[in-house]
């Protein structure tokens, strides 16, 4: 079973709609979050990141934590089309810069 | 200016050969990683190297070796390459060890299709 556990989809939503992502991890030690978003043969960059519990709001883009549950999730709000990409959550334990990634989930944002 | 670059992109070789990958950043950046993304897009950390020392080996084959001849770059060398080696590799970059609010900021990849 690997440590962090994300649904590869693909999602496909209306644009407008809500989108909806998730993470499930096993290692408690696990401290710090990260989302990132990586479009068709590029890299990886940066969304949101967050190291408690609640939510951490940055635009149309909402993180949430739940420790005590092992689940982490990302909002969009209002998609468009320019939001489909592969969205990958990480975490991490420690200052080390050992990021675990998600799978990975494939949104597609129909217009 | 690209931040993080690598060369080449695409890497078309015959199992056996030996092939180099090689990264630049002109961020300023003290730690710089490789990553190998697999065709279900799960991405793993192969090594990290902060100030050109080896911060992160985590277990590859030792076909594999990183060398980092400056702060700015980090090279990955691969030996005796086998199918399975076949998948896109990421330099990444971040300011300092990148663990927590640390940003790393990811190249374009190089995609290797190894025969």
């Known amino acids: 079973q690997k440590e962090v556990e994300q649904d590869p989809g693909p999602l496909s939503v209306p644009e407008g709609a809500i989108v909806s992502l998730n993470c499930t991890y096993s290692n408690s030690a696990f401290q710090y979050f990260m989302w990132y978003r990586q479009y068709s043969r590029k890299g990886p960059e940066l969304l949101m990141y967050t190291y408690s519990s609640g939510n951490k709001e940055d635009g149309r883009f909402t993180a949430q934590v739940d420790k005590s549950s092992k689940y982490i999730s990302l909002f969009i709000r209002d998609s468009q089309p320019s939001d489909s990409a592969t969205y990958l959550c990480a975490m991490t334990t420690d200052s080390w810069g050992k990021l675990q990634f998600g799978a990975g989930t494939q949104v597609v944002v129909t217009p | 200016d690209t931040a993080v670059s690598q060369t080449p992109k695409y890497l078309v070789t015959q199992m056996g050969n030996d092939k180099s990958i090689k990264c630049e950043q002109n961020?300023?950046?003290?730690?710089m990683y490789w990553y190998k993304q697999d065709s279900k897009k799960f991405l793993k950390i192969m090594f990290s190297y902060n100030n050109k020392e080896l911060i992160i080996n985590e277990t590859v084959p030792n076909r594999f070796s990183p060398k980092s001849p400056d702060k700015a770059h980090l090279n990955l060398h691969i030996n005796s390459l086998e199918l399975g080696d076949s998948a896109v590799y990421f330099c990444?970059?971040?300011?300092?060890?990148?663990?927590?609010?640390?940003?790393?900021?990811f190249g374009p990849g190089t995609r290797l299709t190894v025969l």
């Open positions: 990444a970059s971040s300011q300092g060890l990148g663990g927590t609010t640390d940003t790393q900021y």
């Open positions: 961020l300023g950046h003290d730690t």
